[in-house]
């Protein structure tokens, strides 16, 4: 006699795309399709819906009213998640969803009601330090379980979380893609008589986009022949014209693109400046990838890297120290900095292995129902 499947619905918003976006859906590919039936939700037509639809998925959509505590008051905003109730609990109840698995903290708020009151399990992947604030606290008592991404984000737990917590590090893979590799050189001037440094990235306030204007602006003074791309979403507007412009072509903004293998490939020196991170899921693919990574020592960092080992760690606010570091690692000799580069691969498929990260979830699921 078959088992029932287990039916999962994976709520997002779906107006941007991300490393925990990237995370859920590699985690998706790996279920046993024998076991599981996957629901897969946007509150919004984007570029995520776009992405899903590439990568062969049919998401559901439903139109919700999104919770902005910054753009909203709190009268429009309590009308707003009363209106999504009514909207996601006949939903869960129609599809007669198992598990609701939140892994978009944006649409945790408008889930976590509904799939209560609907008596569906419910999962909460804590891909971020837990926030100090009371409200998140007090919704935190709502999960039947916790999935932290990192020893780091699990301390950050209030203690009463931690009972009901599993740490589940990420998967991580890089998909090559080859196809623009000539037209891609020729756009952003790339050639083989410089160095590169880059920055991959959505730039939000925690990446430090201007630590690495900083490193930049240093390591141009000592050697005006590097070059520095900066690869990343820029909604927030962070990263100013002027600033390019008073670099003219020495710093080049890519924008955002789906192509991380190319820029991997093509960079000789990977900068991750973000600070209080649960996890640099670019740290794990830039490693898979082979490019030398500098990393500042902040969040999870160190439960990746090494120093030394696998890659190197410079403490924050350490802005010369890390353009001394960073054109030292520019001119290792290629014996050096190649056995870093195969330890640090080897390192990320023991520890974020797909197919291991998706049996250790499966487990989680099948404990709860």
């Known amino acids: 006699m078959n088992k029932k499947k287990i039916r999962v619905c994976f709520p997002f918003i779906g107006d941007s795309i991300g490393g925990s976006h990237l995370s859920a859906i590699e985690l998706i590919k ?69 598990i609701v698995h939140l892994n978009d903290s944006s649409a945790g708020l408008s889930w976590i009601i509904p799939t209560t009151i609907s008596k569906a399990k419910l999962i909460w992947h804590q891909r971020i330090v837990f926030p100090k604030w009371r409200l998140y606290k007090v919704l935190s008592f709502f999960p039947d ?20 917590s599993v740490k589940i590090f990420d998967p991580v893979s890089v998909k090559q893609n080859d196809n623009n590799d000539l037209f891609l050189k020729k756009r952003f001037f790339i050639n083989n008589n410089e160095k590169r440094i880059l920055f991959l990235a ?74 209080n991170e649960g996890f640099n899921r670019t740290i794990a693919e830039g490693m898979l990838s082979k ?36 054109l030292k690692v520019l001119n290792l000799k290629k014996i050096f900095i190649n056995k870093i580069l195969e330890t640090a691969k080897s390192f990320v498929r023991k520890k974020y292995e797909p197919t291991t990260h998706a049996k250790k979830v499966s487990k989680v699921y099948r404990e709860l129902v």
Do not use: M
């Open 202 to 275: 959505n730039i939000i306030e925690n990446k430090k986009i201007d630590v690495f204007i900083k490193n930049a602006k240093i390591i141009t003074k000592l050697n005006s022949s590097i070059k520095f791309y900066i690869v990343g979403s820029n909604k927030k507007k962070l990263l100013k014209k002027r600033t390019l412009k008073e670099f003219k072509n020495k710093i080049i903004y890519v924008g955002e693109t789906r192509n991380i293998s190319f820029w991997f490939k093509n960079c000789n020196l990977l900068l991750v400046t973000a600070e």
């Open 145 to 164: 379980k916790i999935i932290c991404v990192s020893s780091y984000v699990y301390r950050s737990l209030p203690q009463f979380s931690k009972n009901k």
């Open 30 to 98: 790996k279920l046993d399709n024998k076991k599981f039936e996957i629901k897969l939700l946007l509150h919004k037509k984007g570029i995520l819906h776009d992405y899903l639809i590439k990568e062969g998925f049919k998401p559901f959509f439903l139109k919700t009213n999104l919770f902005e505590r910054k753009k909203k008051g709190i009268i429009i905003n309590l009308l707003g998640l009363f209106i999504n109730i009514i909207k996601i609990l006949p939903f869960i109840k129609k599809n007669n969803i198992d």
């Open 291 to 326: 490019i030398p990574i500098i990393a500042i020592n902040s969040g999870a960092h160190n439960e990746i890297i090494k120093n030394n080992y696998n890659g190197w760690l410079v403490n924050p606010d350490n802005i010369e120290y890390l353009s001394k570091l960073s």
